[in-house]
């Protein structure tokens, strides 16, 4: 099975801009998130997908391999379709270009052994929270899901709701997913339908639609930077690991 990783980096973010570039211990982000996915043995290749020159430069200058995009997309999963479309794999694991600290043992938990012929498959990771504060935070995505691993809902809001007991691990989003060329297709191909509108959340473009994807716990460090401010506690993070 050829698998290739994409890391999606947009330079116009709303909330961060330029966010790829943001230096993280004189590197910027997407080149930490990079040479992780490179530790990745399963990867045939990994490249980034950006739809700026800024950054296309960078990435080349130490080593990787660049796709240039379009700049109309409104989601990361919509320029790893574009990707699908100039570049054939069997599987298409996408990487958050703000995920610097996970590592080789997480990535590959989205992997599966084998993809049944003809359906779609999509997977992607969480983690455990750590901190209640986090649950609260409507920019941390709760995961809820099945026995099997089977999504059920996702939420900015604390979900399930602890009115029978406390008893419970929530969990959160982390930004790796995996879909295959099947499941890109769909996706592109789709509306999005009421929940996704209002949630923002494009996995209900599957949920909606009864297709079902998969959450697999990796029991991983996740801090995302989604603002200038979280860059001190990834490096705060990142000089406590380099002690140890």
């Not at 991983?220 to 380099?242: F, H, P």
Request: charged content about 30%; overall charge negative.
């Amino acid at each position: 099975m050829k698998i290739i990783c994409v890391i999606p980096a947009r330079r116009e973010s709303t909330r961060f801009f330029n966010k790829p570039m943001a230096e993280i211990l004189g590197k910027p982000m997407v080149q930490w998130v990079y040479e992780h996915c490179k530790e990745v043995p399963e990867f045939s290749a990994v490249y980034v997908a950006t739809d700026s020159e800024e950054i296309k430069e960078r990435c080349e200058s130490f080593g990787a391999e660049v796709v240039m995009t379009s700049s109309d997309h409104d989601t990361a999963t919509e320029r790893l379709y574009e990707v699908s479309t100039k570049i054939d794999a069997d599987l298409y694991v996408m990487v958050n270009g703000d995920e610097p600290l996970l590592t080789r043992e997480a990535i590959v938990r989205c992997i599966p052994s084998e993809i049944e012929e003809g359906s779609l498959y999509v997977s992607n990771l969480m983690t455990d929270f750590s901190n209640p504060v986090e649950v609260v935070d409507a920019t941390n995505l709760k995961i809820v899901t099945d026995a099997h691993d089977r999504c059920l809902f996702i939420s900015r809001s604390p979900i399930p709701y602890p009115k029978g007991n406390m008893d419970y691990v929530y969990h959160k989003f982390v930004g790796v997913g995996a879909f295959n060329r099947k499941a890109l297709d769909f996706y592109h191909n789709t509306p999005r339908g009421p929940i996704e509108k209002i949630e923002e959340n494009d996995s209900f473009r599957f949920i909606e639609n009864n297709v079902p994807i998969y959450y697999y716990n990796c029991h991983c460090k996740s801090l995302s930077v989604d603002n200038r401010k979280d860059i001190a506690g990834v490096e705060e993070y990142m000089r406590k690991m380099a002690e140890n």
